[in-house]
């Protein structure tokens, strides 16, 4: 079975510092990747996805990923956080089949 | 558009009994999905229905877990004799067709407390 691996748990980091979240996961075929966000108290939104072509995605807040295939990675990158970008960020991959697989989750707290 | 919306938001019930969870998804999305995820985990998948077919299901759910989408609309997820492991936060997540079918937008969960 499909598994997704996070490999950041916790990370502190303060304002204005840049910001890379490990994502790997483990299908050999096609995927959607995704990444979801949750602030406090909110329930989950999307971030950005990746489905095909350009490798580089940018997504809301300023947010991008890179999907590296042969890593078989997807890692979610923020050149100049927020303390508004504290909030826990999960990684995620839909392969042929209708799910979502997530990650365990990294979070994220950013100090003003 | 108002979202996927979950009723309750929060549930305490004793072990044993049993407990019901509505979602209503956005207003013309095709597929449903159910998730549970624990304290310091991501979402893990129970099932997933388009329109009233449940067409996948986890074996995270076991035989206490039914969930039903009677008319392709609503969805309610039903515990039975709940136990404490069953403490969880559930969620919903809707889906429209095509492409943009993996884009799945989740509620704001319903938290169980089995106690």
């Known amino acids: 079975a499909q598994s997704v691996s996070q490999h950041n748990h916790h990370v502190i980091l303060s304002e204005a510092a840049s910001l890379e979240l490990g994502c790997n996961y483990s299908?050999?075929?096609?995927?959607?990747l995704f990444w979801y966000v949750q602030y406090p108290g909110q329930h989950l939104q999307l971030l950005l996805k990746?489905?095909?072509?350009?490798?580089l995605v940018k997504g809301i807040k300023g947010f991008e990923a890179e999907f590296i295939k042969s890593k078989f990675s997807f890692n979610l990158r923020k050149p100049s956080v927020q303390w508004s970008d504290t909030a826990e960020y999960f990684c995620a991959v839909n392969p042929p089949g209708n799910m979502l697989t997530f990650g365990g989750g990294t979070r994220l707290m950013v100090k003003p | 558009d108002t979202g996927v919306s979950q009723d309750p938001r929060h549930k305490i019930t004793k072990r044993g009994q049993n407990v019901t969870f509505r979602c209503d998804p956005i207003?013309?999305?095709?597929?449903l999905y159910w998730y549970r995820q624990t304290l310091g985990q991501g979402p893990e998948f129970l099932t997933y229905f388009q329109n009233e077919a449940q067409l996948e299901k986890s074996r995270l759910l076991s035989d206490r877990f039914s969930a039903e989408r009677p008319k392709g609309s609503f969805s309610t997820l039903e515990i039975q004799r709940t136990e404490q492991g069953d403490s969880a936060m559930y969620l919903c997540?809707?889906?429209?067709?095509?492409?943009?079918?993996?884009?799945?937008?989740f509620g704001p969960g319903t938290r169980l407390t089995v106690t």
């Open positions: 299908y050999g075929g096609t995927v959607n």
């Open positions: 207003s013309e999305h095709n597929r």
């Open positions: 990746y489905f095909s072509g350009d490798p």
């Open positions: 997540a809707s889906s429209s067709a095509g492409q943009i079918a993996y884009e799945q937008y």
